[in-house]
């Protein structure tokens, strides 16, 4: 693929560089390559689920253990401090991390037994006040 956006319009496919769709303020993705897949209607109106299944198209999908026993001594792990070069202005990291934080917490109401109409009104606040570009 060698534009950003690639369209297989015989087979409904569109796949999508991740450094192409990314915004410029998102530094992280320079330090990496990664491609999103999938059909290229979105809808929830349809006879047939099998007609708008990626998954009946997908030939390998590939899961990267982050873990001691991949990071052997012949390849290295890129510490964080290189892949965040500086998380105190980076706009993008910070976003992520709100994001990451309110869905850590929503797992965790969700799995707590009893009301939880306070936490979840709580959350609902945090996310509406940090979650606004200013």
Request: hydrophobic share 40%.
């Amino acid at each position: 693929m060698n534009s950003g956006i690639s369209i297989d319009s015989q087979e409904e496919i569109i796949s999508l560089r991740l450094l192409s769709a990314c915004p410029s303020l998102a530094l992280r993705p320079y330090f990496q390559d990664a491609f999103l897949a999938g059909t290229v209607d979105i809808t929830d109106n349809y006879d047939d689920k099998n007609e708008l299944d990626f998954n009946r198209r997908l030939i390998a999908k590939f899961a990267i253990p982050n873990d001691d026993a991949f990071w052997n001594g012949s390849v290295h792990k890129i510490p964080n401090e290189l892949l965040f070069l500086d998380k105190d202005n980076d706009l993008m990291y910070k976003i992520c991390s709100y994001i990451h934080l309110a869905v850590m917490q929503a797992k965790e109401l969700l799995f707590e037994s009893g009301e939880n109409t306070k936490e979840v009104n709580e959350l609902t606040t945090i996310l509406r006040k940090r979650l606004i570009f200013r």
